[in-house]
């Protein structure tokens, strides 16, 4: 038995590495979600589609809660690849999570107006297509950054455009990345850049009223988790939002990030504190079960929690 004796530590060596590599295999592979993608309209400038992350045991009987993500960009650029990692984990979670392509001016000449009306019909179609989706209608969450978390605000407190009645449609719960909520006179100290100014002048200004969120909460508004950097010039927008939801009676919480600036959410490691975040409140909500796959030590490196009424404030240490 000599040979086994030589031959011990590189045995234990091998067994550690395939024990690592199970383990890594689990986690990212063999846990990862189907993405399905559906054309959800058809408009002047093309088709517009979606993205669906499925559970891995997802079913058609099931009846799931369902994000819908919408990415940033300033109605300018951007695109559906955005929010994917954040869609692959809440996915992993147990959520259906979607994310959609709307119009933008790059791409498609359209102005903010057309986006949200698109946010409105990706809802729709996502509503209508729930039994089969395997999603509660009822348990659905709109969610996205910048000018994506103004299409996701609009869904849950906006009328729709072209005049369709959602109020038994509403998203039943926001979480918000850096969101516009007000587009009534955007100026620069909001950090607004001169196209997206240019085209929210070329909106009806009606259409400018009828979209800015800000103007329309009310105690109907659905319980909302908002994001931003301290730095970030919507951030007063973000705090009137959670003064006034508050005052209405809805539950409202507000994070932010010490010393960052807006879209600081897309690098590490704020994109895992703020996924973490949005887990915690799908938690509350009772949206969610269990136990977040991301370390809770994520938030000791990046923040100092202190909790007030309605309200929570991160602070880099």
């Known amino acids: 038995m000599s040979w086994l004796r030589e031959f011990w530590p590189w045995l234990l060596g091998a067994f550690a590495v395939c024990t690592v590599l199970f383990i890594l ?4 592979f063999s846990n990862r979600p189907t993405v ?13 589609t979606l993205e669906i992350h499925l559970p891995r045991d997802w079913s058609e009987d099931d009846r799931r809660p369902a994000v819908l993500f919408f990415f940033g960009g300033g109605w300018i650029s951007g695109g559906i690849e955005h929010f994917s990692w954040q869609a692959d984990y ?7 999570a979607v994310r959609v392509d709307y119009r933008v001016d790059t791409r498609h000449h359209t102005t903010p107006d057309k986006a949200v009306e698109d946010g409105f019909d990706a809802l729709l179609w996502l509503q209508r ?8 209608p009822q348990q659905i969450v709109s969610s996205g950054a910048s000018a994506g978390g103004h299409i996701a605000a609009c869904l849950a407190i906006c009328n729709h455009p072209a005049g369709i009645d959602m109020s038994s449609m509403r998203p039943a719960l ?5 969101p516009v909520l007000d587009l009534v006179n955007p100026t620069a100290e909001e950090e607004f850049t001169s196209r997206e100014i240019e085209l929210i002048a070329m909106m ?10 800000n103007l329309h909460i009310d105690g109907s508004t659905p319980p909302t988790l908002l994001m931003f950097g301290d730095r970030d010039g919507l951030l007063a927008q973000g705090n009137f939002f959670a003064e006034k939801a508050l005052s209405e009676g809805v539950p409202t919480t507000l994070l932010t990030a010490q010393g960052q600036k807006h879209g600081f959410f897309n690098r590490e490691p704020w994109r895992s504190a703020t996924i973490l975040a949005m887990d915690h409140f799908l938690l509350e909500q009772g949206y969610l079960s269990g136990t977040p796959l991301i370390d809770e030590a994520v938030t000791d490196m990046t923040s100092d ?3 007030g009424k309605g309200k929570t404030l991160i602070e880099k240490q």
């Open 129 to 136: 297509h729930a039994v089969e989706l395997g999603i509660n």
């Open 25 to 28: 295999y689990t986690l990212f």
């Open 36 to 48: 399905r993608q559906f054309t959800y309209k058809e408009t002047p400038q093309g088709k517009l």
């Open 204 to 213: 009806p200004e009606s259409a400018v009223t009828r979209l800015s969120p």
């Open 90 to 96: 809440l996915a992993r979670r147990g959520i259906v």
């Open 305 to 307: 929690k202190k909790t």
């Open 174 to 178: 926001l979480v918000l990345f850096n």
